[in-house]
């Protein structure tokens, strides 16, 4: 009688079986994206969660011709790590290429100029005086060429009468806010940072509380513009610190 020769089972392949150098190479393609989203910019989002599902389906793919017993098949030898890496970047190059061709260039898009004056010089019935007047028209020569696309200001004549000249001399509406308090600051400030992303705001505040309040929730530290003819202008990044210069207009 011949003996049969014994036959070892076969192990079904777990999902990791043999997949190493996928798993590393899923992984690298995976901190790619995210220094991709970090530096270049925000993405075209359809594009790029293509970008990210391509090696994902690729893995998932490979994994259940194994457990199907089609090696033949399998997407390893049909597709190699080098093939699909080639068009995960040509896919994640394209999204942020499109995105910034359409919208333009990231950082112009995410960064926001806040430009914080107080007032001009006022009499005592609270109405700004002949040299206030004259340091309203020294506004407009300093911060004309700055490209500000909107003026916000409380509905109080020495505030209004302080950029009225500006607002004039630029065609823009001013935006009233209501009366700049503690309270209310959070909310004035995020309606610019929401409202004017990418743009250049002028606000014209009140008093030194109030004043030093809005610099505070702006991003600046100490005091902030509360002498007559301070103009102090921050630079504020969807990401990182806020960048702070501090200048003055009039005599």
Excluded at 49 to 54: G, H, L, M, R
Aim: proline fraction near 6%.
């Amino acid at each position: 009688m011949v003996d049969q020769p014994s036959l070892s089972p076969i192990s079904v392949p777990t999902f990791w079986t043999g997949q190493t150098t996928h798993f590393i190479g899923l992984s690298l393609l995976l901190l790619l994206s995210w220094i991709a989203w970090q530096f270049i910019g925000n993405p075209s989002p359809v594009l790029f969660w293509i970008a990210i599902a391509f090696p994902i389906v690729h893995q998932f793919f490979v994994w259940i011709t194994w457990r199907l017993k089609l090696q033949s098949l399998s997407a390893t030898a049909a597709l190699t790590f080098p093939v699909y890496l080639t068009i995960f970047m040509f896919l994640l190059l394209g999204c942020f290429a499109g995105h910034a061709g359409s919208n333009g260039p990231p950082k112009s898009e995410s960064t926001t100029t806040v430009i914080l004056i107080r007032h001009a010089e006022r009499d005592n019935f609270f109405e700004i005086t002949a040299q206030g007047r004259e340091r309203a028209k020294a506004l407009i020569d300093t911060v004309s060429d700055m490209g500000i696309t909107a003026i916000y200001s409380p509905d109080l004549e020495r505030n209004l009468d302080t950029v009225r000249p500006l607002a004039r001399h630029l065609g823009i509406d001013i935006t009233l806010t209501p009366r700049i308090a503690k309270q209310t600051i959070d909310k004035i400030v995020r309606e610019i940072l929401t409202k004017h992303t990418g743009e250049v705001v002028l606000l014209v505040g009140n008093g030194s509380g109030n004043l030093r309040a809005l610099h505070h929730r702006l991003g600046g530290t100490g005091e902030g513009p509360y002498q007559y003819g301070d103009l102090y202008k921050y630079t504020i990044p969807q990401k990182g610190p806020v960048i702070l210069l501090k200048s003055r207009y009039g005599s």
